[in-house]
């Protein structure tokens, strides 16, 4: 019963995110920073109707598959694939740098232009490796705005995916 209560928990607060991420936003918001490539504003909201969808569906499926099937669905930031596969180098089928940007500028990922040239900075040369240091960084600099609390230790593009659906609900 625990369970099927978190479930429902999470339910409402990820139709929260997705219709948070169609609601009225700011120029400011709206536009990508000056230095951010042409078509990072571009890139979609989430799909309410699919959040919905989904939202109904999650009684129906197994414990375990009902949260994945609400983040899949619910995409405030668009895809999530250049975030997930960020640590595999372009020439190995991975993402660009900019698309790795682009996805991070729709998940509003950066608390300020430090942490944003902190993160890129580290990026290239973590790709490959054994490492989540863009990561850790992004959550030294952004704290509780990425909710890396109390420490950003185990900071990853899963953890930040995860915690934007809570935030964008917020």
Not at 94 to 118: D, F, K, N, S, V
Not at 153 to 168: E, Q, V
Request: aromatic content about 4%.
């Amino acid at each position: 019963m625990a369970m099927h209560a978190r479930t429902v928990a999470l339910a409402l607060v990820v139709l929260a995110a997705c219709k948070g991420s169609r609601g009225h936003r700011s120029s400011a918001e709206s536009s990508p920073p000056p230095s951010a490539p042409a078509d990072a504003a571009a890139v979609a909201d989430a799909d309410l109707e699919a959040c919905r969808a989904a939202a109904a569906l999650v009684p129906s499926l197994p414990a375990p598959q009902r949260a994945q099937a609400l983040l899949d669905a619910c995409r405030p930031c668009g895809d999530w694939t250049p975030l997930l596969t960020w640590n595999t180098l372009q020439i190995e089928g991975g993402p660009t740098r900019a698309a790795i940007e682009r996805a991070m500028l729709a998940c509003h990922a950066y608390c300020g232009a430090g942490a944003r040239q902190r993160f890129l900075d580290t990026l290239d040369g973590a790709r490959g490796q054994s490492t989540r240091q863009p990561w850790r960084l992004l959550g030294e600099a952004c704290g509780p705005a990425v909710s890396a609390v109390p420490d950003a230790r185990f900071m990853s593009a899963p953890l930040l995916r995860a915690r934007s659906h809570r935030a964008r609900a917020r």
